[in-house]
């Protein structure tokens, strides 16, 4: 009987052998999901990964009419015009019905900084007067 012993070992162990084999390591995903190049090739599907990418949230107007944010006429016929345009330095623009006109025009240096109150302001108004 000894020597039957080493062939139904070697007969058992083929038969788990060929069992395994009938089982799949991975099952593959259904038919209707579609493999990604990098989910056939073993890795993560980077697609469902990720982000989505960004949405456009606002539009730009390119040819936006300017409207004052303040305006007034005084009775003798000057004009005060303010614009605050977001991103830019505030703009005034004074004319009188005397022909005399200013202009406070933005700064130089447009970079955020705290006010000096020291120092005297660098936006001068520019005066035109026409004869």
Do not use: W
């Not at 012993?5 to 788990?16: G, H, K």
């Not at 990720?50 to 004052?68: G, W, Y």
């Not at 015009?81 to 703009?91: C, H, Q």
Request: proline share 13%; no cysteine.
């Amino acid at each position: 009987m000894k020597p039957l012993l080493p062939v139904a070992v070697a007969l058992a162990l083929a038969v788990a052998n060929t069992a395994m084999a009938a089982q799949p390591v991975d099952a593959p995903p259904p038919a209707d999901h579609p493999m990604s190049a990098n989910e056939q090739a073993g890795l993560p599907d980077l697609a469902a990964i990720n982000r989505p990418a960004a949405e456009v949230s606002s539009k730009v107007e390119i040819n936006q009419p300017r409207l004052p944010s303040f305006y007034e006429k005084s009775p003798n016929g000057t004009e005060i015009t303010e614009y605050r345009d977001k991103g830019k330095p505030v703009e005034i623009n004074v004319h009188s019905n005397l022909g005399t006109s200013y202009h406070m025009g933005a700064p130089l240096d447009t970079s955020p900084s705290a006010n000096n109150s020291g120092h005297p302001s660098t936006r001068l108004p520019s005066v035109s007067l026409t004869y």
